[in-house]
């Protein structure tokens, strides 16, 4: 089963995919996507480490997420990817075009072969106002594209709105 979670900022979005993974029964790698580059993501972060189970393997990979998900590629293995918005942002501050879009090719690839359970997180960024700078008005148009991209791969695709999911696919 693959599965898109999306949703805003603190929606609830983190722990309705921590509930789904959990469920399927098989042992979890939580690969995180964050950079810490202030106190206030060194928060977010140590809040969702405690949120989350200690016998859940981690695998912080900021840039390569294709790569870590052909290594964790098995039948037998659950995998959360949280999340692609700050994966998106990373790949962005790179300033590298060429490797931005092999990263989103690759992955795109990576999530279509993947074999295990799979749910991946990432923000709705599309529901506000139309931001004033280009970057911030391309990053909106990237993880927009990343989004329908990854709900056409996946089989289960779910909207958080208030801690209260909304299936979109299923």
Same mark, same amino acid.
């Given at each position: @089963?693959? +599965?898109?979670?999306?949703?805003? /900022?603190?929606?609830?979005? =983190?722990?309705?995919?921590? *509930?789904?993974?959990?469920?399927?029964?098989?042992? /979890?790698?939580?690969?995180?996507?964050?950079?810490? !580059?202030?106190?206030?993501?060194?928060?977010?972060?140590?809040? +969702?480490?405690?949120?989350?189970? =200690? *016998? !859940?393997?981690?695998?912080?990979?900021?840039? $390569?997420?294709?790569? /870590?998900?052909?290594?964790?590629? =098995?039948p037998?293995?659950?995998?959360?990817?949280?999340?692609?918005?700050? !994966? @998106?942002?990373?790949?962005?501050?790179? *300033?590298?075009?060429?490797?931005?879009?092999?990263?989103?090719?690759?992955?795109?690839?990576?999530?279509?072969?993947?074999?295990?359970?799979?749910?991946?997180?990432? =923000?709705?960024?599309g529901?506000?106002?139309?931001? @004033?700078?280009?970057?911030a008005?391309?990053?909106?148009?990237?993880?927009? $594209? @990343?989004?329908?991209?990854?709900?056409?791969?996946?089989?289960?695709?779910?909207? /958080?709105?208030?801690?209260?999911?909304?299936?979109?696919?299923?």
């Amino acid at each position: @089963m693959k +599965h898109l979670v999306l949703g805003g /900022v603190r929606s609830g979005k =983190s722990a309705f995919a921590q *509930e789904q993974i959990t469920a399927c029964g098989k042992p /979890v790698c939580y690969v995180a996507t964050s950079q810490v !580059w202030d106190d206030g993501m060194a928060d977010r972060v140590r809040l +969702h480490k405690d949120n989350r189970p =200690s *016998e !859940w393997q981690l695998i912080e990979e900021p840039l $390569a997420l294709a790569r /870590v998900l052909h290594s964790l590629n =098995s039948p037998d293995q659950a995998v959360i990817v949280e999340c692609f918005t700050l !994966w @998106m942002t990373n790949l962005l501050c790179l *300033e590298d075009e060429t490797r931005l879009e092999d990263e989103k090719q690759a992955l795109l690839k990576a999530v279509e072969v993947f074999e295990g359970d799979l749910i991946l997180v990432s =923000s709705e960024v599309g529901l506000g106002i139309m931001p @004033m700078n280009a970057l911030a008005r391309r990053f909106g148009d990237e993880a927009g $594209a @990343m989004n329908q991209a990854l709900a056409k791969l996946t089989d289960r695709v779910t909207f /958080v709105a208030a801690g209260l999911p909304l299936p979109l696919k299923s």
